[in-house]
């Protein structure tokens, strides 16, 4: 009698990161990024704004009023750059920084005061246009793209239509103009509400944990593109608030020209150099007519603008008998033509071409 053992996974963990690292590893390509970055979008929960969080008015939005008992006084209105709008009767009101229920209160407390008894307003925002965020760099629609509330850095990403061709792997979000939106209470202190829109913030960065990024004192934030694909983890979804700026960096490139079978550029997309031998294989490898001694790296210094030449032997590279550079972004490898193979070949094509044209001739008679 046989008895087979099916024995289940020592470490199951284990199973379980390797099954993980193996869809990660389908992450190549710019379409793959996308893909993963629509997949997180559907997976993320957007963040929303609570009751205590509602919309604040800003310069440039458009507001409409309405004034029921009156309603040659409503109409719409821009908010100018100090946070103003200016009203029939009323004249100048300051409407920044209010919510459009808070701004209700305040113009029916403006007209009971002079020409009304028992006023009823409302205030709509027709337009925002006060709380924008600046996606630029290696995304697909660079672009200013104007949010309610808060969004998460997978969601903005996604507003630009997803990463380029050319997306390295470290988005930089630079902290703007300070976030009204997330005031939970309003003070008549400035300095008061300042901080409190700062606590805010923190509040919600140690709700998520201690975020695995880097922050410079000039407010920028650095995070791992890769890590945010490939791990799927909240803590490297940072929260982008109106007035940040977003922006993904560009991968480094390396060109492959001369005597390969399919010369151009080619992206590097964790910015991770890559030896000589790489290169060429990326370029599907060399000609019948390369000249192999004679390929070189040309070499552009980025301060100075000057260009260098390293000779390289690939012939010896390839034997093992030479050590495979690495290169940098920007490096380019060309592999000159070798004049007497390419004498060689054409003569020998051209020995071919008479041979069997005789035949042909011989055979038709």
Known sequence: MLVLFLAAPAFPGVAQESSRQSS???LRTTEDWNKRLQELLRQSEPVSLTPTQEYHIGPEDLVEITVFEAPELGRSFRVSASGEISMPLLGTVKAAGLTPRELEIVLQELLRRTYMNDPHVGVLVREMESHPVSVFGAVAKPGVFQIRGTKTLVEVLSMAQGLAEDAGDTVIVMRGAPYRGLTDQKNDDQEAGTAGSRTARDTEAAAAGS???QESGTGAVEINLKDLLESGDARYNLPVYG???VKVTRAGIVYVVGEVKKPGGFVLKSN??????QAVALGEGLTRTAAKKHARIIRTDEETGERAEIAIDLGKILAGKAPDPLLRPKDIV?????????ALY???EAAIATITGVIIWRQAR
């Open 243 to 245: 007035g940040d700026i």
């Open 334 to 342: 060309f592999v000159p033509n070798s004049n007497a193979r390419s």
């Open 346 to 348: 054409r003569g020998a």
């Open 24 to 26: 990660v590893q389908e």
């Open 211 to 213: 975020s695995p990024t």
């Open 272 to 277: 991770e150099n890559i030896s000589v031998l």
